[in-house]
């Protein structure tokens, strides 16, 4: 078997990086796709208002971190957990997870499955300095996690 051998390459050209190169333009985010109380009761994640979230208020469970997430764009609160630990005692088996505005008197709740992972409820209209407020329940009685926005 014949070997062959591989040309010698200047060291200039062993120091070209193989990446490509950057350019100045950074792509552009989707905008909203709702407003205001037209979010109500929407997801956030296909509205596009996840994009410009905040995260107002967090409480740790044992089931994990609950947060209370606020889109600066659409004026919209929801509930999020990122890493739920899995399981319901209600007797639907979901994990309800609820979000209110106090001063509209109006809320939403999103019954999600309860299985381990990430899991998101649907967004009230909030805005400035409304009472917003995220619960989860996973055991069919009082509210398990509890999160609530500067205006409460």
């Known amino acids: 078997m014949r070997k062959f051998a591989l040309p010698a390459l200047p060291l200039a050209v062993l120091l070209v990086p193989l990446a490509a190169p950057a350019t100045s333009a950074q792509a552009a985010s989707t905008p909203a796709t709702c407003g205001g109380a037209g979010c109500d009761d929407l997801d956030p994640a296909r509205t596009g208002c996840d994009d410009s979230a905040i995260t107002v208020d967090t409480v740790s469970s044992s089931k994990g971190t609950f947060k209370l997430r606020y889109s600066t764009t659409c004026k919209t609160n929801w509930l999020y957990v990122g890493n739920y630990a899995g399981g319901s005692s209600r007797s639907d ?10 001063d509209r008197s109006e809320g939403f709740s999103y019954y999600a499955s309860s299985a381990a992972g990430t899991h998101w409820s649907n967004m009230i209209y909030s805005p400035g300095d409304n009472c917003g407020i995220g619960a989860a329940d996973w055991n069919y009685g009082d509210w398990d996690a509890v999160v609530n926005s500067s205006g409460c």
């Open 93 to 102: 088996g979901k994990l309800e997870m609820r979000v209110e505005d106090h």
